[in-house]
């Protein structure tokens, strides 16, 4: 029984830690997944390295996009989309 309750500290920490990081980063990961399976041609993104411009082709053999910016166009790896800045991007403007 005195076994048990020294090891009771280490399950708790590792209970916090799974709550607090792991399940959290568990989440993101898969919401990133579905926002980049669920690209279309003529969305506005931004990469994760800031570059602006809009999908104007989805190729699924490679999991990869052309994004046609003001340069000309590029192809990305769909990755390498910020789900993060696409949604701020495309979300309406607040009227105050």
Known sequence: MEGLGSFL???AIFAVMYFFMIAPQMKR???EKKFASELKRGDRVIT???M???VVELNDKDNSC???TL???IKFDRSA???EMSRKL???AVVK
């Open 48 to 50: 994760k390295s800031g």
């Open 29 to 31: 990961a898969k919401q």
């Open 9 to 11: 500290p280490f399950i």
């Open 81 to 83: 989309i910020s789900m």
């Open 52 to 54: 602006h411009g809009k």
């Open 90 to 92: 495309n979300a309406p």
């Open 71 to 73: 340069a000309g166009k």
């Open 66 to 68: 052309v994004i046609e």
